[in-house]
């Protein structure tokens, strides 16, 4: 199927606009990464009629080709985040919580621990303050 150019290029504006908006970069930026993508060579091509898809759709695509998480956003506020699980399997090495017994009796040889009552006592004080 081949797409009315006039539309297509609207389309591309539309594409354009969320980008900058997911990924926090101006009009010109977000332009010349669509135009050098390889989601913007295959819908000018025509192929599995991607013109087709959503814009949404499509931001996502270019997301996942430059190697970010989307915000998509309505009405300027986010919604959901959307990432490859590759990039969610990264992040989540980052923050391995296995890793966190190995670190206390390291911690405990070295001082860098305090009572827990300590700690409670802070919030409460925290609490009692209004902070």
């Known amino acids: 199927m081949t797409a009315n150019p006039t539309l297509l290029q609207m389309k591309y504006a539309r594409i354009i606009r969320k980008l900058a908006e997911a990924r926090g970069v101006s009009l010109d930026e977000a332009l ?6 390889e989601t913007y060579r295959l819908i000018a091509e025509g192929v599995s009629d991607l013109h087709c898809m959503s814009d949404e759709y499509l931001v996502q695509e ?12 309505k009405n300027g506020t986010c919604d959901p985040a959307v990432m490859s699980i ?4 990264q992040l989540a090495g980052e923050n391995d919580l296995h890793s966190l017994p190995e ?5 405990l040889r070295n001082g860098r621990v305090s009572p827990a009552s300590d700690g409670i006592e802070g919030i409460r004080a925290e609490l009692r303050d209004g902070r």
Not at 86 to 89: A, L, P, Q, R, S
């Open 86 to 89: 590759e990039k969610d399997e």
């Open 62 to 73: 270019l997301e996942e080709e430059y190697g970010g998480p989307v915000h998509i956003t």
């Open 32 to 37: 010349d990464l669509f135009y050098r993508s």
């Open 103 to 107: 670190k206390g009796p390291d911690d």
